[in-house]
């Protein structure tokens, strides 16, 4: 009697199912009697459709689920099998207006152009390319400076405005480079020929341009730090 009352509820069922067009997409619900809800859950799980939701009634479920295979998707529940049959909500006329769901010409990767535009691609990238390497080459170049050379440039570039931060930088960064010291950063330790005296220059130097001060000694401060420059390098004063 059970399994007589599975089949009937199944043929009523399918019949719902078959008296109206289910769309891709399309909320479906079922009632269904005489199945287990693991039943159900199976069936859905070895189908090929979209399980919502699974509710109790009082004989049975609710089960509301979802299709997006077009055409006709078997659902067997038990040893009955219910058949849903899905349409496209696309029709002729859309795929006139999109002509790549009707016909398969997107499928090419190329075309007779194809080529052409990678070689035009190729070398431009290929010329980029270049040009970035060698304006990379060029700032390496640059960077490369010697102490010395960058000594020398600092002591090129001081300004009449801010001199006592120039001098100053300028033979800090020449003694860490040197030394491998920390001057730069302001821990003034004698180190090598850098003696006592000549940190307190620095100490001055660092003093006088919070001062205000305008004296006339930025000549004097460059010759003192060429001074020291010469120290390190066990030379006269060549500069």
Do not use: C
């Not at 659902?75 to 058949?83: E, H, T, W, Y």
């Not at 535009?117 to 190729?122: C, D, N």
């Amino acid at each position: 009697m059970k399994n007589i009352m599975k089949l009937i509820m199944l043929v009523i069922i399918s019949a719902s199912i078959y008296a109206k067009d289910i769309n891709v997409g399309d909320l479906i619900t079922l009632s269904i009697d005489g199945s287990s809800k693991e039943e159900i859950q199976e069936a859905f799980h070895t189908s090929k459709l979209e399980l919502d939701s699974i509710e109790k009634k009082d004989n049975g479920y609710i089960v509301r689920f979802r299709s997006f295979n077009v055409g006709e998707t078997p659902l067997l529940i038990g040893n009955k099998k219910i058949i849903i049959d899905t349409k496209s909500v696309i029709t002729k006329d859309d795929k006139e207006i999109y002509p790549n769901l009707s016909d398969k010409s997107d499928e090419k990767l190329y075309n007779i152009k194809f080529p052409g535009y990678m070689v035009v691609a190729g070398l431009i990238g290929a010329g980029s390319l270049i040009y970035l390497i060698s304006g990379m080459k060029f700032k390496k170049r640059e960077k490369e400076l010697s102490p010395e050379e960058k000594f020398q440039r600092r002591l090129e570039n001081i300004s009449d405005e801010t001199w006592p931060f120039d001098v100053s930088i300028a033979i800090r960064k020449y003694i860490d480079s040197v030394l491998n010291t920390h001057f730069t950063s302001g821990i003034y330790k004698p180190a090598g020929p850098v003696n006592q005296d000549d940190i307190d220059f620095l100490l001055f130097l660092d003093n006088y341009k919070f001062s205000g001060k305008n004296d006339n000694i930025k000549d004097e401060s460059i010759t003192k730090i060429k001074k020291i420059h010469d120290k390190l390098r066990g030379e006269p004063n060549e500069l």
